[in-house]
């Protein structure tokens, strides 16, 4: 029998520059894939597998750097023809079909609009397990199943989780691994396949896609998250959260209350309704921390909170708790990081 | 037309806290509510019936309490509920409920449009309801903000990373939703009495035209295998800003020290 493989399905989005598929944008992918990588090579060693990441119907310039950051095979399924990209369901069909085709054991991809989307679509036509959202994941090395680890219950329950089907599918939660190193000197392959018009007609259809100005960094991908809640007294008070931000290079995060208050749109949601992050920091600012906030941040490596109630419940969550009165210590702090920064060129 | 929406009561967790100590939720009392972003699709249905005439049908899988929801989703409008609930379905993963409930929209329907929330606020999966759309041989479309009928056809904007996707796709469909889409009304009084009354009709495995090898635990291909706590608190390290500026110093100097800046 020939080698087991681990599929890895690549993130066609780079959320900054707009759509790679657009004819004008960049054509490549975006980190969280490296990250699938980083993944993918640890299982496939665990496993004595080889390790293929997939790209459902677009095409890239250059696929040095995936074969670089650790795939033994590079597999570009073609798209169709000149439409705006292809949609969840058409990526759908296209995995589906490779997943008939090579056997996986084991498919990863990112937990994101596209994979959420795609992922259950593929595993309900196949009849396999499917686990959302992984933040960890490992081969168990007695049956060499994957164990797929994933918060539940917003966060206060972890629960590792098998599956008896094949492949074994998961999506993983971006940042929460880091991207695969680049080696210069990996080998790998390169295999373009045309599948019939046929295979992706489907009756929905992507007629454009919309940049979002307000979300000039996006908030699943971003190093920084300055969030902002009800403390901070009315919009104008939000604003200072949106220039903080700014200075940063932070996407802006907000509580639920902020969102029903209208100081900023419900992309910006971060929690159990909204979005969940895991940044390099997250700076909450008047955010009292409920349980429906926590769930979408508290898996963020470093976590600051500035509030003026001590007993704020974010503090519980917080390596580093700045107790004041945030209306003052926003621009305070912006003046500082705008100093560091010209000071430092 | 017949619009069937697909609601899952979870949880309250709004007044719910952290235990200091060992960092895990202290749920109070045992409330529990209709899944948010459903509220979002039923208040979209009935905004469609309000516009078409349309039947809306809401089915739910879950314990015999989850009448409840069901009675709160009638209240805000809709004709008829559902409910799947039995032995049969307990211990069931993602794509067995999907079976289940794909059979029982194939049952009660056929449906024009299917709705659901994006994800349920306990599980967070976000797979059951593309799951369904699957197993039924529908076009999905998930994280819907924008949802505009037109003949025989939807026009939907969905969330992306970093802007919106404008998608057309015709009926028969299923449509996922998030909470931007509406703002769920309060349910007039007198359907709030009405639904109280209301006999909801409990369908078991039975009732549903496949193999209870395919439903519950015994049908999942995923399982638990070990559960435990993470610790959510952390060491804090405290600053008391009262005009001396440590606390900015520190996130300042950090933010150097991690080449953030």
Known sequence: MSQARVLVVAEDRVSTRGRVYTTEGVRRVNRVTYELL?????????????????????????????????ADRVLVLSGPAGAVGPTPGQR??????????????????????????????????????????????????????????????GGNIMATIKTRTRPQMATVRPRSAPPAERDPARQGQVVERQYGEDLLVTPERL????????????LEEADIVVAGGKGLGDRSGFVLVEKLAGVLGAAVGASRDA????????????????????????????????????AGMQTARTIVAINNDPGAQIFQVADM????????????????????????? | MRIIVLVKQVPATDNVKMDEKTGTMIRAGGDNVVNPTDENAVTEAVRLKKETGAEVVAVSMGPEAAQQALREAYAMGVDRCLLLSGRAFAGSDTIATARALAAAVQKAGPADLVLAGERATDG???QTGPMVGALLGLPVVTYVQKLVLTGDSLELERIVEGGFERVVCPLPALVTVVKGINQPPIPPLHLKLRAKKLTIPVWGADDLDLPAAELGLGGSPTRVARIFSPKLSRATVWYRENGGREGLSALADWLTGEGLL
Not at chain 1, 207 to 218: H, L, N, P, S
Not at chain 1, 276 to 283: E, G, H, I, K
Request: proline share 4%; hydrophobic share 45%.
């Open chain 1, 207 to 218: 007629v454009e896609f919309i940049r979002d100005v307000t979300q000039e960094v996006d």
């Open chain 1, 259 to 294: 969102v029903e208050l209208g100081w900023a749109g419900y992309p910006h949601q971060v929690g159990l309704s909204g979005k969940t992050v895991a940044p390099r920091l997250y700076l909450a600012v008047g955010i009292s921390g409920k349980i429906q906030h926590l």
């Open chain 1, 92 to 153: 759908a069909r296209l995995l589906e079909q490779l997943i008939r085709e090579e056997e996986p054991v084991v498919v990863i991809a990112a937990a994101t609009t596209t994979g959420r989307t795609v992922m259950p679509l593929v595993a309900a036509r196949l009849k396999t397990g499917l686990t959302a959202d992984c933040t960890s994941l490992d081969i168990d090395p007695g049956d060499q199943a994957l164990l797929q680890t994933r918060p539940a219950i």
């Open chain 1, 321 to 345: 708790g700045i107790v004041g009165d945030a209306l003052e210590l926003v621009p305070a702090l912006i003046e500082k990081i705008a100093a560091l920064k010209a000071a430092k060129g």
């Open chain 1, 38 to 70: 980083n993944r993918g090579r640890d299982l496939a060693g665990k496993l004595g597998a080889g390790v293929d990441v997939v790209l459902l119907g677009v095409a890239l310039d250059d696929y040095t750097e995936l074969i670089q950051r650790g």
């Open chain 2, 124 to 126: 967070e999966t976000g």
